[in-house]
């Protein structure tokens, strides 16, 4: 069964940095796009950040200048870096994909990971 799996959230202090992980796992032939979305305590989900496969790039202009999104096709894996991180960023962080073609489950759409809490504190 096809999953996504994320890794890397935690605790930080403002201005410090964490990197998540989200890897695919199964027999995946393609994803499209893969990302992340995040929501906080009373806020509505918002996109962080999204990546195609050929590496074409979204980004929440609160991420603007200070996360960077990539990918890696050969393991379905993507990786959100995020750099002098402050409060405002504290939220559950969920990996995304919009569409997954999959060898035993053909194609899904919409497919999420369980998530990950980063937590900034001041």
């Known amino acids: 069964q096809v999953q996504l799996v994320e890794s890397g959230g935690g605790l930080v202090q403002a201005g410090g940095s964490l990197t998540l992980n989200c890897a695919a796992i199964?027999?995946?032939?393609?994803?499209?796009?893969m990302g992340w979305y995040r929501q906080a305590p009373g806020r509505q989900r918002e996109l962080v950040a999204s990546?195609?496969?050929?590496?074409?790039?979204k980004y929440a202009d609160s991420a603007k200048g200070r996360f960077t999104i990539s990918r890696n096709n050969a393991n379905n894996t993507v990786y959100l870096q995020m750099n002098n991180l402050n409060p405002e960023d504290t939220a559950f962080y969920s990996c995304?994909?919009?569409?997954?073609?999959?060898?035993?489950?053909?194609?899904?759409?919409?497919?999420w990971g369980q998530g990950t809490q980063v937590t900034v504190s001041s």
């Open positions: 995304y994909a919009d569409r997954i073609s999959s060898m035993y489950q053909g194609v899904l759409y919409e497919y």
């Open positions: 199964g027999i995946i032939y393609s994803i499209h796009p």
């Open positions: 990546i195609t496969e050929d590496a074409a790039k």
